[in-house]
Nanobody
Framework: QVQLVESGGGSVQPGVSLRLSCAASGYTASTNCMGWFRQAPGDEREWVASINTYSGHTAYSDSVKGRFTISQDNAKSMVYLQMNSLKLEDTAMYFC????????????????WGQGTQVTVSS
C-alpha cells in the first residue's frame, strides 16, 4: 500500500505561481512512476505531468508544457508540481498518483491516488 497526501493548493490570481507537494508513504519501493492529474467540475480527470522515479524522465501535457515542472526528492519521498504563469483554465482539483509501471500517463496505470488539493485561479 502507498499513501499519498497532496498539499499546496490555494486561490490565486492569474499569472502567479504555486507549488504543489505530494508526500508518499508506505511501500514506495513498488512505485516506478508518479503522475499529477487534475479535474475540473464536470470534466474528466486530465493528465498533467509524470516523472519516472528512477530515471527522472519527465513529460507534460501540451496545456501545461513550459509553465509547469514536475520534480521529486526521493530521499523525502516527495513529488512536486511547480506551476508558473497560472491561467484561469488551470482551476481544478489536483491529484498525485503512484504507478508500478515504468511510465504512467493514463489514469488506469496508477494504483494509488491522493485525495487532491484545490487550485483556483480567478481575477
Amino acid at each position: 500500500q502507498v499513501q499519498l497526501v497532496e498539499s499546496g493548493g490555494g486561490s490565486v490570481q492569474p499569472g502567479v505561481s504555486l507549488r504543489l507537494s505530494c508526500a508518499a508513504s508506505g511501500y514506495t519501493a513498488s512505485t516506478n512512476c508518479m503522475g499529477w492529474f487534475r479535474q475540473a467540475p464536470g470534466d474528466e480527470r486530465e493528465w498533467v505531468a509524470s516523472i519516472n522515479t528512477y530515471s527522472g524522465h519527465t513529460a507534460y501535457s501540451d496545456s501545461v508544457k513550459g509553465r509547469f515542472t514536475i520534480s521529486q526528492d526521493n530521499a523525502k519521498s516527495m513529488v512536486y508540481l511547480q506551476m508558473n504563469s497560472l491561467k484561469l483554465e488551470d482551476t481544478a482539483m489536483y491529484f498525485c498518483a503512484a504507478s508500478r509501471y515504468t511510465w504512467c500517463s493514463k489514469t488506469y496505470e496508477h494504483n494509488y491516488w491522493g485525495q487532491g488539493t484545490q487550485v483556483t485561479v480567478s481575477s
